[in-house]
T-cell receptor, first 117, second 112 residues
């Protein structure tokens, strides 16, 4: 597709369950970022991928959060044992490159709204 | 990390009015982006502007990196301009990895 896509668009889960959120970046974009937007914290960075590696995981709030990227394309964010404070909109962004200190314009997907009951 | 302050936090405009949104940041930046978040939550790219001035239709933006601020101008506002406007610089730290640091946003409401 032409833009960043994310699935599902909405996810309702029960406290304690695991969830997986998917991001398909723009074709050819090697850099991929996950952010989340919540009422109390605004928009905050979670993790950065360059290709399949994640040199910056500093924004992951706890060890219940993990992410992977395969084939330099699709990324999955996994939240284990979800808690109510995990409720937020999870946004994915991609950009053309992230090498040699060159960071280009980021484009965002529509987000996944996660509600933990 | 870099601190980002946006002002004003809220803005109510009558259709046709002009306005200026401001973004101050605390450290040197590689790049800066302005976004409009529409009522459906989608972040729309407005400007990618590390320095200088750019214009796109009724919108324009200016970043003065040496003085650590950026401005977004909305002219002849329309109801479709309503939403939240975010400023997001990329800090010039060696370990910043290009991640965006978002301000709290300016909520704009344009009334008919």
């Amino acid at each position: 597709g032409a833009g960043v896509s994310q699935s599902p668009s909405n996810k309702v889960t029960e406290k304690g369950k695991d969830v997986e959120l998917r991001c398909d970046p723009i074709s050819g974009h090697t850099a991929l970022y996950w952010y989340r937007q919540s009422l109390g914290q605004g928009l905050e960075f979670l993790i950065y991928f360059q290709g399949n590696s994640a040199p910056d995981k500093s924004g992951l709030p706890s060890d219940r959060f993990s992410a992977e990227r395969t084939g330099g394309s699709v990324s999955t964010l996994t939240i284990q044992r979800t808690q109510q404070e995990d409720s937020a909109v999870y946004l994915c962004a991609s950009s053309r490159s992230g090498t040699s200190g060159i960071y280009n314009e980021q484009f965002f997907g529509p987000g996944t709204r996660l509600t933990v009951l | 990390g870099i601190q980002v302050e946006q002002s004003p936090p809220d803005l109510i405009l009558q259709e046709g009015a002009n306005s200026t949104l401001r973004c101050n940041f605390s450290d040197s930046v590689n790049n800066l982006q302005w976004f409009h978040q529409n009522p459906w939550g989608q972040l729309i790219n407005l400007f990618y502007i590390p320095s200088g001035t750019k214009q796109n239709g009724r919108l324009s933006a200016t970043t003065v990196a040496t003085e650590r601020y950026s401005l977004l101008y909305i002219s002849s506002s329309q109801t479709t301009d309503s939403g939240v406007y975010f400023c997001a610089p990329q800090a010039r730290f060696s370990d910043s990895w290009g991640k965006l640091q978002f301000g709290a946003g300016t909520q704009v409401v344009v009334t008919p």
